[in-house]
């Protein structure tokens, strides 16, 4: 009979959740792949079978968290319902419901210093992503003049920019604990103001 080799289950997922425990813990740079495999309960030279680095390892990280992302999102948005604001809205608080719930996938997709174009699976994942928000955007300025009406991708791009401007700086982290406001309320006031300015919602109405 045939010696039989090590059988870890799934362990290319098991490196995935050792990565994530690591990187939330130590930063996108502050592990190894050896690390990792101690983590996993493997030897140093087993994720090598699966992955070919640590920056492979950590984009596999990135595009299961984006996954997840554009779950939560498509859910939060549920194609503009009740409204186009309120569904807008919801995407925000999203995002910041994730970066708390997801913190080593969250470190994998926007703080490793990572490209999309690192895999074709990984690229595809963040399209969709952020095809979730550029929905929502297009839905709500629909009713604007042509003239006066944004494009949906840049109007997107300046609500992510925000909402992960919020997340680094208020909830995420020992700087979430000193956030003088609660992260989703500076959200929500930003993207109100934001929307203000656009003509999407009247000066004396809450967002």
């Given at each position: 009979?045939?010696?039989?080799?090590?059988?870890?289950?799934?362990?290319?997922?098991?490196?995935?959740?050792?990565?994530?425990?690591?990187?939330?813990?130590?930063?996108?740079?502050?592990?190894?792949?050896?690390?990792?495999?101690?983590?996993?309960?493997?030897?140093?030279?087993?994720?090598?079978?699966?992955?070919?680095?640590?920056?492979?390892?950590?984009?596999?990280?990135?595009?299961?968290?984006?996954?997840?992302?554009?779950?939560?999102?498509?859910?939060?948005?549920?194609?503009?319902?009740?409204?186009?604001?309120?569904?807008?809205?919801?995407t925000g608080r999203?995002?910041?419901?994730?970066?708390?719930?997801?913190?080593?996938?969250?470190?994998?997709?926007?703080?490793?210093?990572?490209?999309?174009?690192?895999?074709?699976?990984?690229?595809?994942?963040?399209?969709?992503?952020?095809?979730?928000?550029?929905?929502?955007?297009?839905?709500?300025?629909?009713?604007?003049?042509?003239?006066?009406?944004?494009?949906?991708?840049?109007?997107?791009?300046?609500?992510?920019?925000?909402?992960?401007?919020?997340?680094?700086?208020?909830?995420?982290?020992?700087?979430?604990?000193?956030?003088?406001?609660?992260?989703?309320?500076?959200?929500?006031?930003?993207?109100?103001i934001y929307l203000?300015?656009?003509?999407?919602?009247?000066?004396?109405?809450?967002?």
């Open positions: 009979m045939a010696k039989q080799g090590y059988h870890h289950g799934n362990l290319p997922q098991a490196l995935v959740e050792a990565t994530l425990t690591l990187i939330a813990e130590c930063g996108p740079q502050g592990f190894s792949m050896a690390e990792a495999a101690k983590q996993a309960g493997v030897s140093p030279a087993a994720p090598y079978r699966h992955f070919a680095g640590r920056e492979m390892l950590i984009a596999e990280a990135a595009r299961q968290g984006y996954e997840i992302f554009v779950t939560r999102m498509e859910t939060a948005f549920d194609e503009g319902r009740p409204n186009p604001l309120a569904a807008f809205l919801a999203a995002y910041l419901a994730f970066a708390r719930s997801n913190p080593g996938h969250y470190v994998a997709m926007f703080e490793s210093n990572l490209s999309v174009n690192a895999s074709p699976g990984l690229s595809d994942a963040a399209g969709r992503a952020q095809a979730v928000l550029t929905r929502a955007a297009a839905a709500l300025s629909a009713h604007l003049p042509p003239g006066r009406r944004p494009p949906a991708a840049m109007f997107a791009a300046h609500v992510w920019a925000m909402s992960h401007g919020v997340v680094e700086l208020f909830a995420r982290g020992t700087p979430g604990a000193r956030a003088p406001f609660p992260p989703e309320e500076l959200l929500e006031t930003g993207i109100g203000r300015g656009l003509g999407l919602i009247p000066p004396d109405s809450a967002p």
